[in-house]
C-alpha cells in the first residue's frame, strides 16, 4: 500500500481514469466518423436556410454558433458545450468532496492525522492530487481528439483545442476547489454535491440564455462559463483575460481552503 496520499489517491483512480479515456476516446471516434463519412455540408446548408435565432445556436453551441462542416465545429457543439463539461465538472466536484469529506465520513481522517503528516501537507498532497487527475482527464480528452483526428485524416487547429482543453481545465478545478471547501466548511456530501450542481447549472444557464436578455447583457459576466467559453476559444484560441478570472478564483478558494482547514475542528 502506497503511504504517500498524493499517490495512493491517484493509484486509487487509475482505472477510472482509465474508463474515462476509454469513453472519451469512443465518442471521439464517433464524432470523427461523423464528420469524415455524413455530407455535413448539405446538413449544414438547412441549418443556415432556417436562421435559427443567435440565443438558441449559442444555447447548443456558444457564441461561434452552429457549424457542423468543420471537425471544431461538430466538436463545439457536442463535446464542449455539454459533455465534456458534465464530465469533467462531476469527477472534479467529486475528487474535491473525497479529498476531505469522505475521509470524516468513513472515519479515517483521525488516523491520518494522527500520523506524523500535518494538516496542510494533509491538505496539500489532496488538492495536489484532485488537480492532477483532473488534468488526466482532461488531457485524456485532448488525446482522443488527436488520435482519432489523426485515424481518419481529419486537419484540426491543435492550438485552439489546446486553448479550449485548457479553459475546461480551469472551469473544473474551480468547481473542484469550491467543493473541497464546501467539504470543509460543512463535512457533508449533501451540500457539496446539492450546492455545486445548482451553481453549475444556474451558471450555464444564465450563460446560455444572455443572448436572450438585449438589456441584460451584463449578466454574462457572473457566470463562470462565460470565462470558459463566451471567448469562443476553440475558433479563436486562447483568450487574453478569461484565464486570469480563473487564476484569481481558484487563489481565493485555495486560501479559503488552507484558513478554514486550520480553524475546523474534525471532531465534531
Request: aromatic share 18%; with cysteine; hydrophobic share 50%.
Amino acid at each position: 500500500m502506497l503511504k504517500n496520499i498524493f499517490l495512493k489517491s491517484l493509484w486509487d483512480s487509475k482505472l477510472t481514469l482509465l474508463y474515462i479515456f476509454i469513453t472519451y476516446f469512443l465518442v471521439c471516434l464517433l464524432i470523427m466518423y461523423v464528420v469524415s463519412e455524413l455530407p455535413l455540408r448539405e446538413i449544414q446548408f438547412i441549418f443556415d436556410r432556417v436562421e435559427l435565432p443567435k440565443a438558441i445556436t449559442a444555447f447548443f453551441s456558444g457564441p461561434g454558433g452552429i457549424n457542423i462542416t468543420t471537425v471544431e465545429g461538430i466538436l463545439n457543439t457536442d463535446m464542449f458545450s455539454i459533455f465534456a463539461p458534465l464530465v469533467s465538472i462531476g469527477f472534479a466536484v467529486y475528487y474535491g468532496f473525497s479529498s476531505i469529506c469522505q475521509e470524516e465520513e468513513k472515519r479515517t481522517i483521525d488516523i491520518i492525522l494522527s500520523s506524523q503528516i500535518s494538516r496542510s501537507s494533509f491538505l496539500t498532497q489532496k488538492l495536489a492530487s484532485m488537480s492532477i487527475k483532473v488534468l488526466l482527464i482532461v488531457a485524456s480528452l485532448l488525446m482522443s481528439i488527436i488520435l482519432n483526428s489523426y485515424i481518419f485524416s481529419l486537419s484540426l487547429n491543435l492550438i485552439n483545442v489546446i486553448s479550449i482543453c485548457s479553459y475546461l481545465f480551469f472551469i473544473a478545478t474551480t468547481f473542484g476547489y469550491f467543493s473541497v471547501l464546501l467539504g470543509i466548511l460543512f463535512g457533508k456530501s449533501g451540500p457539496i454535491y446539492g450546492i455545486s450542481s445548482t451553481l453549475a447549472i444556474s451558471s450555464y444557464l444564465i450563460f446560455s440564455i444572455e443572448p436572450f436578455l438585449n438589456n441584460f447583457s451584463f449578466i454574462k459576466y457572473i457566470s463562470i462559463f462565460y470565462y470558459y467559453k463566451g471567448g469562443d476559444p476553440l475558433n479563436q484560441g486562447f483568450h487574453s483575460w478569461h484565464w486570469v478570472i480563473f487564476m484569481l478564483l481558484n487563489i481565493f478558494l485555495i486560501t479559503s481552503c488552507y484558513y478554514l482547514w486550520e480553524k475546523r475542528d474534525i471532531h465534531q
